[in-house]
């Protein structure tokens, strides 16, 4: 075991990685289960424009995070911007809000895997599944980051194919080439159409932006993932183009089937909108399948989110906000001691499954998706600053390997739309305690941050070089 630096991890994700690691992370329940509740809110056209909008945010965001993750590639993304050019304290509560959103879905991947495999093995205690998949999980991040990429590359293709069979047999039910059950017409678009985009009012659309950036998240590790990638500046920009244009057809041509085929009452939490459609179409085995995929999807989500946690706690270790074992690597790459406290984190958070499971699984979303949110606002305001100090320092836009477009409307717009869809949860009874839970968290993270500061000077919280240094160093 070594004391970490940005070369202690290993170079060896190629683009394939990057682009599945961020399908991987971003195609899971907010796709399989919660886009029903989308459709359930804000109706069927009300849901395809919700997901438009998504789509338009993640763009710009990622195009915010791409500029940022060429010109600084390393394992903090984020948070470590977010530390150079927005201060220590964000970066700090930036950090914290990623690896908590991860470390306490961990538990819920793995509950919710246990209970698809009931209904193969409906002997077997929960408890078993859960231990076993979090081994694999775990056994998975540990052996490698190469290692790691492979196995999140098979898994992430499991859940595009199945994505892209869904679309494929959904929009062939839509236009009458294959039956529907019970001889009903094929619907075309007619269900879509036939309310207008705000017959349900503006409000319903505000209130699932949330949601639909929780369906959203997980692009953004493709930042993490470039202080391990091979070419980082030729890499990075292919993957975020390659991964935002599969993301929007894969999300939006999913909406626009669901919309079409399933009935508005009929949409919700209670079972998968995929599982619902393929029935509809008649398939056999189709339940059995789609529990196939979406334990799939469960454990690819929770593959991702071990990976990209444990940087995040590399990262405050690394800033000096945490103590110094936490910033150590073992030969192959790994933040071990990050990693097996994310881990532990994740088991704990297996506790709440107990509880309220009606009604726990939105609050997840809801406090999974705001976390995700703030740390995009945070990308945003980096990037703003970045290129600020960049041309203020002397430099042109030109000079830059990799630039986000239309500076500053970019990151002012996706700033703005972030900071919407946080409004609009506050509308919506069900999603609200994501605002009780997260506006403290954050003021507790600068609180903390603020006391620590206090008693450990300045030099413990400003890790990384100034931005002239930074600028020079390229």
């Known amino acids: 075991?070594?004391?970490?630096?940005?070369h202690d991890f290993k170079r060896s994700m190629q683009q394939r990685h990057l682009v599945m690691l961020s399908l991987g992370g971003v195609i899971g329940t907010g796709l399989f289960l919660s886009s029903g509740y989308t459709i359930q809110q804000a109706g069927p056209a009300g849901a395809v424009l919700a997901y438009l909008i998504g789509g338009l945010v993640v763009y710009l965001v990622m195009?915010?995070?791409?500029?940022?993750?060429?010109?600084?590639?390393?394992?903090?993304?984020?948070?470590?911007?977010a530390t150079r050019y927005l201060g220590p304290a964000t970066g700090y509560t930036v950090a914290w809000l990623y690896w908590l959103t991860w470390a306490v879905a961990l538990g819920s991947e793995f509950t919710a895997s246990a209970v698809f495999m009931g209904r193969w093995f409906p002997g077997v205690e929960p408890w078993i599944w859960c231990g076993l998949f979090s081994l694999i999980v775990f056994g998975m991040n540990i052996v490698s980051a190469r290692f790691f990429a492979e196995s999140e590359f098979w898994l992430s293709l499991i859940k595009v194919a199945a994505v892209i069979v869904f679309i494929a047999v959904g929009a062939a039910a839509m236009f009458g080439f294959t039956s529907l059950s019970g001889n009903t017409e094929a619907p075309g678009v007619t269900r879509i159409l036939?309310?207008?985009?705000?017959?349900h009012g503006v409000m319903p659309i505000l209130m699932t932006?949330?949601?639909?950036?929780?369906?959203?998240?997980?692009?953004?590790?493709i930042g993490i993932a470039a202080g391990e990638s091979e070419n980082p500046e030729k890499n990075v920009p292919l993957a975020i183009r390659a991964t935002l244009w599969r993301l929007i057809i894969f999300f939006i041509g999913t909406i626009i089937v669901i919309a079409a085929l399933l009935p508005q009452d009929s949409a919700g939490l209670k079972e998968s909108p995929f599982v619902a459609v393929f029935q509809l179409t008649g398939i056999p085995y189709a339940a059995d399948i789609m529990n196939f995929v979406i334990i799939t999807a469960l454990l690819s989500a929770a593959n991702s989110g071990?990976?990209?946690?444990?940087?995040?706690?590399?990262?405050?270790?690394?800033q000096k906000t945490l103590p110094r074992v936490f910033s150590?690597?073992?030969?192959?790459?790994?933040?071990?001691?990050?990693?097996?406290?994310?881990?532990?984190?994740?088991?704990l958070s297996l506790l709440s499954s107990v509880y309220a499971e009606d009604t726990l699984y939105l609050a997840l979303v809801s406090i999974s998706g705001l976390a995700v949110v703030l740390v995009w606002m945070a990308i945003a305001a980096s990037q703003f600053s970045f290129r600020r100090q960049w041309l203020k320092a002397g430099h042109s836009a030109s000079e830059l390997t990799y630039r986000a477009p239309l500076y500053p409307i970019v990151p002012i717009a996706a700033f703005l739309f972030c900071a919407?869809?946080?409004?609009?949860?506050?509308?919506?009874?069900?999603?609200?305690?994501?605002?009780?839970?997260g506006v403290p968290f954050v003021a507790l993270c600068y609180?903390?941050?603020?006391?620590?500061?206090r008693s450990s000077g300045d030099a413990a919280t400003s890790p990384t070089p100034p931005p002239q240094e930074a600028f020079d160093a390229r």
């Open 447 to 453: 609180l903390v941050h603020s006391l620590t500061h």
């Open 328 to 347: 150590r690597v073992n030969q192959r790459g790994i933040p071990v001691p990050a990693l097996l406290i994310t881990m532990l984190g994740g088991l």
């Open 194 to 199: 036939q309310e207008g985009v705000f017959d």
């Open 209 to 221: 932006l949330l949601a639909v950036s929780f369906a959203f998240s997980g692009t953004e590790l």
């Open 63 to 81: 195009m915010c995070l791409g500029e940022l993750a060429v010109h600084h590639p390393e394992p903090g993304a984020f948070s470590a911007h």
């Open 306 to 318: 071990l990976y990209a946690a444990s940087r995040m706690l590399w990262t405050l270790a690394d």
């Open 420 to 437: 919407l869809a946080c409004i609009g949860i506050a509308f919506d009874p069900n999603q609200r305690i994501a605002l009780y839970f």
């Open 1 to 6: 075991m070594t004391d970490s630096n940005a």
